[in-house]
């Protein structure tokens, strides 16, 4: 499912070396789907989790869907994701989604918090999507995959070589600067409106420009998101 292949830091001592792969988020997500789907005596069942079925002896002993569908277990793995009362901002804007076009996961937050569990906000902060069409890539330096492609199996089955796509590097401009400065307040974070503690080794391009005041210039990465998705993913 890959569309790019790299080794990062390879200027840099093998402990900090790392692959990377950039993968086709519509034919990964097809993928993982049918290995799941045939894998043997795995039993799936989808639907939202609202509320933890506890015992006398405060054990956990299944869950149970906003169907109100009950579901025996003697654990339960709960992996929530971005889900559990999930919020999307784009600008000013806000709606009830886990991620974009999926729908959040409503009532688990408070079952949990009326067991006990501390909940918090994380802010991921992701951004935008650009129409690759309005781009124009010649001005913008490419990053190509590695000629020579490694992989993360060592079974050899799994090493299916395939046509590499480009990412793209473009940079900041004190103009980029000043537009961005100028904007602050329209977005969530720094306009008040959301106070969730975002990445820590993340920091999106308003936080650069902000935390970062004596840097004349930063990287924008543009990367496909799939052979068939017409969509940049600036960062």
Not at 211 to 227: A, C, N, T, V, W
């Amino acid at each position: 499912c890959y569309l790019q292949k790299r080794v990062l830091n390879l200027s840099k001592g093998p402990a900090v070396r790392a692959l990377r792969a950039q993968t086709d988020k519509r034919e990964y997500s097809l993928e993982m789907k049918k290995v799941v789907e045939s894998t043997p005596n795995l039993f799936i069942r989808e639907a939202m989790v609202t509320e933890l079925l506890i015992g006398k002896n405060d054990n956990v002993e299944g869950v149970r869907t906003f169907f109100g569908v009950d579901f025996v277990a003697s654990a339960v793995v709960v992996t929530t994701g971005t889900f559990m009362n999930g919020k999307i901002w784009v600008g000013r804007a806000c709606m009830s989604a886990g991620r974009a076009c999926e729908s959040a996961s409503q009532g688990l937050t408070e079952n949990l918090q009326a067991l006990g569990f501390e909940t918090d906000r994380l802010k991921t902060g992701t951004p935008p999507r650009v129409d690759f069409r309005t781009v124009d890539l010649s001005i913008l330096e490419c990053q190509p995959g590695d000629e020579e492609v490694r992989w993360f199996s060592f079974d050899p089955g799994f090493h299916i070589e395939r046509e590499q796509m480009c990412c793209y590097l473009t940079r900041t401009t004190s103009s980029t600067h000043q537009i961005i400065k100028e904007n602050l307040h329209e977005t969530p974070t720094y306009g008040g409106w959301v106070e969730s503690k975002g990445p820590r080794y993340c920091p999106s391009i308003e936080d650069k420009i902000v935390k970062f005041k004596d840097k004349e210039s930063h990287q924008i990465f543009l990367e496909p998101e799939g052979r068939s998705i017409p969509e940049l993913y600036v960062q």
